[in-house]
Every structure is written in structure tokens, then in C-alpha cells.
DNA sequence: CATTTGAATATTGTAACATTAATCAAATAT
DNA sequence: ATATTTGATTAATGTTACAATATTCAAATG
């Protein structure tokens, strides 16, 4: 047996040595989760995402209704407007009611930048939508391209579905067979909060 | 030592017992990744919602894009707005809470016209007023002049209150001492409803 | 013939492990 | 002096292992 001797010697001990933490891909603690087969690629995809386009979050529709009764005045108000404390003219609003139909296919985005800003959808704005509704054409839908979310108004161009932006800054995204893409669900309505 | 007997003597080896494959949640292989804690929520909410959902289709008649749901992830969170990324509870956005502070002092009105389309306040709009809060320079703002509901942009001119439109094609309206001027609440939020 | 029961086996969340990657400062080279 | 090389050190990451649970079956029982 030939025991062979290290030609270097450096190296050694050394305080404070070693990796730091933060420093791995996601920059943040990790976990181990258990997934069907079939959604693995969506997910890996999904956490490959460099950029998220004009989606900046999202968050899941209340399930209880919290009956929260308030006053509603709708109209176009002439003279002797009724006081809000009259509450014989109120009408009572739940605004999860209003813009929610099926609360357990609903779900919020956030929205990021001016792509949508002619039709009123705003940076900042928190867009209702249902997973279970039939998109059709002229639908404000939320969809993947490429692995990119985006909030688009479904359009057809030669038997293709297209995707609109609503601002003329942007152009529309056509879809080929080498498109990824994936329609998410309808845009129901919008909110946005000023103070 | 005491022997103890079992009472029953059932059970034993049985041919093709036991669970059989697919009998899981996902009917299918799963596989064990590891992802970014903030993450989490949504890629728990993602299996949910592809579990309990079986869409099938976009509904353009054309062929081959699947509809082939993908996970959205989070980022940044603001506050007041829930975390999905909440281990197991999941949190959900009402929308009552998010939009509405004092449910005592607030009302809603539902905006006919085209005067606000500038603040992206939209025809069929319906706007959350807050009678309580007090009201800035630059608020939007319902007010009554002269008996007429109207909702503006509140500011200042030569000491005295100003609306303004938020649409070029009307003009500010000046308040004067015969003017009838009262000032009903601030427009803390607004929801459209699109479907 | 219906019900009870324990064996059998897949599922599932988590822990453990091995490998890879990043970081540091001493040792060496220039 | 300054720059580079190097191995120790430690976090990150993907995978396997494992324990606990859930499901299914058919023999034993009533």
C-alpha cells in the first residue's frame, strides 16, 4: 500500500467559514411537499418563473358570506337626496354577494401595471375571478403564455384565440402551436380601494 | 408472564388484499419536491382547486389548448391582505373587510355617467363612501350642489372648495356663497362588476 | 347472508441522508 | 504586497426511508 502524501496544505479551520443562509435559489427557507405526478411540471414551471408579468398576487374568496348590512342609494339622485340614516330608502349590500356567484371557484389577482388600463383595471387593483365559468370571446380572462400570467381580453384571430391587452402601448399575443398557453379563468369583476 | 389469547381468530392472509393503486387523493403517482416556503399556500391552493375542479375545456371550439391550470405565486404582501401562504389554515379575502372600515358610516352609490372616467370610475360603478372621514384636498369626494348629487375631486381655489371632473370634456365647478355646497362623505373604494 | 375483524398494501407527510454549492481565510504563488 | 489556490465548513437541494394513516379484502363470526 502506497500512502500518499498531500502535495498541499492549506485550507483548515476557520471561523465563520461555510455557506450563508439565504443564499440558495429561492433565497428563503424551503420545504418538502407531495405531489401528483401530473401537476409536477406546472409547479416546476411555475417556480422557474423569472418575471410575473402584470399579476402581482392572489388570494382565495371568502366562504362565509359575512352579511355585513349596508346602505346602498342607486340612482341618479335629484333633489331632496335621502340621508343615509333614513332607513326606509336603504337597500343592503353584501359586497361579497354582489361580485362573488360561486365563492368556491373564486379567487383574486392583484394586478401589476397599466396593461388593462383601458378597460379600467388599474395597477393595484384586485380583479375577481371565477375558475368555473365558460370563457367566451370578448372575456377578460386570466391566462398563462409561455409560463407568464397576464389579464387579457380573450379575442379569435383565424380560428386561434388571441389575447388583447386594453392599452394601445401593447400589442395583441397570438397563439401558435408552440404557445403555451393556458386559460386560468374569467375576470367577474374588479375592486379598488382609494384610502 | 401472562399469554394472552387473541378472542377472534379472523382475518389472515388474503390474496389481492390491501389498498389498491390510485385509491389516493390525486389517483395517480405523486412525487416529493421541495419549494419555497412562500409558496406554499398557493401550490396547496393550485392542487385544491385542480382536484375539485374537473375543467375540461376553453371554450373556443378549436382543438388542442387544454386547459391545463397553472399555479400563481405570491410575492409581496401588503398589509391588510390575507396570506395564503398560511400553513394549513387558508385564509380568504373578504371583501366586505377589505373595502369597508366603519360599516356604520358607509354607503354606497352607484355611478351613472361619465364624469369620473378619468379616475376610472366607470358608468354602472358602484362607489364606497365614508361619512365619517374627513375630507382632504385631492379626495374624491359625493357632494350636493345646489340639490345635485355629484361625485368629484375635491380641491381648492381661491379659498374656497372646487370640484373637479375627472374627465377633460367637463369643467370644474366653482362654489360660491350662493351656491348650496355639502359635502356627504369620501369615496374610499370602488367595485365594478363585469359578468 | 350480513357484519366484524385483522392482514395486507397503497398513500402521505416528514425526517434523514447524501450530494452539491457557496463561502471563508490560511497557505501558497506571483 | 497582492493575487490565487485550496480544503474545511456549512447551507441548500433532491431523493430515499420511514412511520403513521387509509383503504381494501375475504375469512371468521353471528
Known amino acids: 500500500m502506497k500512502i500518499v502524501k498531500n502535495k498541499n496544505n492549506r485550507g483548515g479551520v476557520r471561523l465563520g467559514a461555510g455557506r450563508k443562509t439565504g443564499s440558495g435559489l429561492y433565497g428563503e427557507e424551503t420545504k418538502v411537499i407531495r405531489v401528483p405526478r401530473s401537476s409536477l411540471g406546472n409547479i416546476k414551471k411555475y417556480l422557474n418563473l423569472s418575471r410575473m408579468n ?10 362565509e358570506t359575512t352579511y355585513n348590512p349596508l346602505v346602498l342609494f342607486e340612482h341618479k339622485v335629484p333633489a331632496g337626496f335621502p340621508s343615509p340614516a333614513d332607513d326606509h330608502v336603504e337597500k343592503r349590500l353584501d359586497l361579497n354577494e354582489y361580485l362573488i356567484k360561486k365563492s368556491d371557484a373564486t379567487f383574486f389577482v392583484k394586478i401589476k401595471g397599466d396593461s388593462m388600463i383601458d378597460a379600467s383595471i388599474n395597477d393595484g387593483d384586485i380583479v375577481i375571478i371565477d375558475r368555473s365559468m365558460q370563457a367566451k370571446i370578448g372575456d377578460i380572462v386570466l391566462a398563462s403564455i409561455d409560463g407568464n400570467f397576464t389579464i387579457k381580453t380573450l379575442s379569435k384571430y383565424k380560428l386561434r384565440p388571441r389575447l388583447l391587452p386594453a392599452n394601445e402601448k401593447y400589442k395583441p399575443i397570438e397563439i401558435d402551436d408552440n404557445t403555451q398557453f393556458e386559460l386560468w379563468g374569467v375576470v367577474t369583476g374588479a375592486v379598488r380601494k382609494f384610502k
Open 54 to 63: 402584470n399579476i402581482d398576487e392572489i388570494s382565495l374568496a371568502y366562504k
